[in-house]
C-alpha cells in the first residue's frame, strides 16, 4: 500500500469514527488526489479551524474556484456546520475530510466525475 492509500485509509477512519459518515471511498479517493502534494505537508494536510484567514482560504480556493459556488454567507456557514461535524476540539483535521464534507452538503460530487 502506498503513501497516499494510507492516508486516504486515515481520512476514511476520522469519516467514519470522528464524524459518523460512511464515506463514498471514489470520492474521497478523488477528493484526495485533488488535494494535491498538500496532503504529504504536515501544516497544509489540516485545516487550522481557529484561523479566519485559513478558513477564508478553504473557502475562496476550494468552494468558490474548485466546486464553482457564488460567495455569500452559506459558504462559511457550511464551513462552520463540517467543523462542528468533524469536531471542534479534533486537533487534527484534515483537509481531504473537510473538502469531502463540503463537496457531499453541497452536492458538487460532479465536481470530480
Do not use: W
Not at 469519516?15 to 459518523?20: A, E, H, I, V
Not at 475530510?97 to 460532479?110: A, D, I, N, P, W
Amino acid at each position: 500500500m502506498g503513501r497516499r492509500d494510507e492516508l486516504i485509509a486515515k481520512y476514511a477512519d476520522d469519516l467514519k469514527n470522528k464524524c459518523g459518515i460512511n464515506p463514498d471511498m471514489d470520492l474521497l479517493t478523488k477528493v484526495t488526489i485533488g488535494c494535491g502534494p498538500a496532503i504529504y505537508n504536515d501544516d497544509a494536510s489540516t485545516v487550522a479551524a481557529t484561523q479566519p484567514q485559513e478558513l477564508e482560504t478553504v473557502k475562496n480556493n476550494f468552494l468558490i474556484k474548485k466546486l464553482g459556488l457564488e460567495d455569500g454567507p452559506e459558504l462559511m456557514e457550511a464551513i462552520d456546520a463540517v467543523l462542528d461535524t468533524y469536531g471542534r476540539s479534533e486537533r487534527n483535521k484534515y483537509r481531504a475530510v473537510v473538502y469531502y464534507m463540503l463537496t457531499k452538503h453541497f452536492g458538487k460530487e460532479s465536481v470530480y466525475g
